[in-house]
């Protein structure tokens, strides 16, 4: 078994950036909390698709995928005052990239629809790319 202790001394032990360059996406302090909450949640949904796929249940991690995720996901906020919708307040680009990201989930659905883990497992860095390609590039504060 390999000890992590270590690694996270060791990334401790590195120096805080001194300045966040991602791009600032402006949005009232509702929606700054609807969009911590929802982030938490695909956080939390990508966790257990992962798990799911660790214990080779393809389909069930694809039906996650795609309630918590996907397609289905969309416009869940849609029922907020304005001031509490995210997707509305974004910079276009970035809710270009939330779009990308549920497009993604479902086709990572799909895939994992068939119960072959490899094809689902060939989709899922798709899945995370979105993820971290708005992270690395947009902050709310």
């Given amino acids: ?14 120096p805080a950036a001194a300045e966040d360059t991602r791009l600032l996406a402006e949005l009232k302090p509702a929606a700054q909390e609807t969009l911590r ?19 080779n249940q393809v389909k069930e991690a694809g039906e996650v995928a795609e309630k918590e ?30 779009i990308n990201g549920h497009l993604v ?5 799909r895939a994992a629809a068939s119960g072959e883990r490899d094809k689902a497992l060939a989709e899922l860095p798709n899945l995370l790319g ?11 504060r």
């Fill in 105 to 109: 989930a479902s086709d990572f659905a």
């Fill in 69 to 98: 995720l996907g397609r289905s996901a969309m416009g869940k906020n849609a029922t907020l005052p304005f001031e509490a919708r995210p997707g509305p307040q974004m910079p276009r680009e970035m809710h270009q990239l939330a």
């Fill in 1 to 14: 078994m390999r000890k992590k202790l270590p690694l996270l001394l060791a990334l401790l032990a590195l």
């Fill in 37 to 55: 909450k929802e982030m938490l949640d695909n956080l939390i949904a990508l966790n257990s698709i992962i798990s799911l796929l660790a214990a």
């Fill in 130 to 140: 979105t993820c971290v390609a708005c992270h690395a590039t947009y902050r709310t």
